[in-house]
């Protein structure tokens, strides 16, 4: 294998230290960037972690200096704004510099959920009903589809915002569970049909050739009577919540190797359609006939797999 130098870009705070002994690292906000370092590192590339912030001139010094072959890009915002990922990838294509992860304009429609879903269900990929209720504007219902729904940020990640009161019954905490979006996420709300069901995830490798993944399944069926198998913030970054209630993730099982492949092509679909590249994720609820193709409001470009044990990071949450 050849030896690169490899500049793994990430966010300042999560920059591992030189020397992590006597460190939990199961616990520590900064395991996958860890993972990520001694990963190369062990494979023999040279590796400089880049810690990046809000100014773009340290990617060009480390460039002008070291010349890397390529960047591995973990970071999901700049300058604590999620929606300039983009922006730093962009740059990137203008230094010439290659880089893991996907292209700008995948990020940008994949950013927005409610872009991501006009655009596929053009192209006949079944999403949940859904209306969006722009920041600032009057929250008027028009009872296009019917309750209960699910009231989420439309362009926050990691669950953000996400609890059991995110899914309303009626028109009173529809308005009031919105309000929490613009108020306390302050961004858009973005409002679908609830899907009762499973929870699948899909990750997608490649560029024109693309390999799938397995399909794995977010296991809520321990959650107590009264909650709704959702992925809320608890249940992806609460260690004890995960825990006291056997949350993990894994392969699924109990489908048919037909439906497995049939929900495999729809991410390979999605993947193609948002002109996306590098790795994604795909999120799915399969529901109770069984139907698989309920792609969800969110796909996650540059990120594969869907681990539910890393530490919430210091911003950027669904």
């Known amino acids: 294998m050849r030896k690169l130098r490899v500049m793994a870009l990430m966010h300042q705070d999560l920059v591992p230290p030189d020397n992590p ?3 939990d690292l199961a616990s520590v906000e900064w395991k996958t960037e860890f993972d990520v370092l001694t990963t190369l590192t062990d494979l023999g590339h040279d590796v400089t972690a880049l810690g990046v912030r809000d100014d773009l001139r340290v990617i060009d010094q480390v460039v002008n200096e070291w010349k890397p072959h390529i960047a ?3 970071l999901e915002e700049f300058n604590g704004n999620p929606e300039f ?5 962009s740059y990137l294509e203008l230094l010439g510099v290659s880089y893991t992860g996907c292209n700008p304009k995948g990020l940008v429609l994949t950013r927005d959920k409610g872009w991501s879903k006009k655009i596929m269900a053009y192209h006949g990929i079944r999403c949940p009903h859904f209306v969006v209720f722009p920041l600032g504007r ?3 219902w028009t009872g296009d589809f019917p309750f209960p729904v699910i009231v989420k940020s439309i362009s926050e990640e990691a669950s953000l915002g996400i609890s059991q009161a995110s899914i309303v019954h009626d028109e009173d905490k529809l308005k009031e569970r919105v309000e929490f979006v613009h108020q306390q996420v302050g961004t858009s709300a973005i409002v679908e049909r609830y899907i009762e069901g499973r929870e699948l995830y899909v990750g997608v490798l490649g560029n024109r050739r ?3 993944l397995p399909v794995w399944e977010l296991d809520l069926k321990n959650l107590p009577p009264e909650a709704l198998p959702i992925a809320t913030a608890r249940v992806k970054w609460s260690v004890k919540y995960q825990k006291k209630y056997h949350i993990q993730s894994g392969e699924v099982e109990g489908l048919s190797p037909k439906l497995v492949r049939a929900i495999q092509r729809t991410a390979k679909r999605a993947y193609h359609i948002l002109g ?3 790795y994604a994720r795909m999120d799915f609820r399969l529901d109770c006939q069984n139907r698989h193709n309920w792609l969800m409001a969110k796909i996650w470009p540059n ?4 681990p539910v044990s890393r530490t919430k990071p210091s911003s950027n949450v669904f």
Do not use: H, R, T
């Open 21 to 23: 002994e006597g460190v």
């Open 72 to 74: 591995f890009n973990l």
């Open 85 to 89: 990922d983009q922006n730093v990838v």
């Open 138 to 140: 009057a929250i008027k």
């Open 210 to 212: 693309l390999q799938v």
């Open 276 to 278: 996306l590249n590098g």
């Open 303 to 306: 990120l594969p797999n869907a």
